[in-house]
């Protein structure tokens, strides 16, 4: 089952990674539009061979078939309201989740509870996603493409 956002106020999902910079998220995180004449062989590329046994990776072909498809959302098995989503990347990668999380809206309720987490064995990053109102459960931890990738860090309360 794809992962919705629906009924889940009140939580923030966090993903840390690297990427070369902004605009290479925001590709990320984007919705691409296709013609939906070449849709079909738009998405053969996409869609990749090793991930055909994934629970919701049919619900995501019919979704996309319209000629649209968002890698993140490819990725993590998730559908997500933009209107919710901050994204950042910054100059300097840390290990310090303070350091990436502050400058987020509504950090101050969620932050206590990420710097928490051990970070010792996770490398550097110097991206974080941010989705608000989604209870992420889906159980993709990681996704990488070409050295560019995000990694699941956890859901924490978070009122808006």
């Not at 939580?11 to 070449?38: E, I, M």
Request: overall charge negative.
């Amino acid at each position: 089952m794809i992962y919705d956002y629906e009924d889940n106020e009140g939580w923030v999902s966090v993903w840390v990674g690297n990427f070369p910079d902004y605009k290479a998220l925001d590709d990320y995180l984007s919705t691409q539009y296709f013609d939906s004449s070449r849709a079909e062989e738009a998405l053969a590329g996409l869609f990749l061979p090793e991930n055909r046994d994934r629970p919701f990776e049919k619900e995501l072909r019919e979704l996309f078939e319209g000629g649209t498809f968002c890698q993140f959302e490819y990725d993590f098995g998730l559908t997500f309201d933009e209107d919710f989503r901050e994204a950042e990347v910054f100059d300097a990668p840390t290990r310090e989740l303070t350091k990436l999380l502050e400058p987020f809206s509504n950090s101050g309720d969620f932050l206590p509870e990420a710097a928490k987490l051990d970070t010792g064995s996770l490398p550097e990053y110097n991206a974080a996603v941010l989705l608000y109102n989604l209870r992420y459960t889906g159980g993709v931890e990681e996704a990488d493409h070409n050295g560019a990738g995000l990694r699941f860090l956890g859901c924490f309360r978070c009122e808006l």
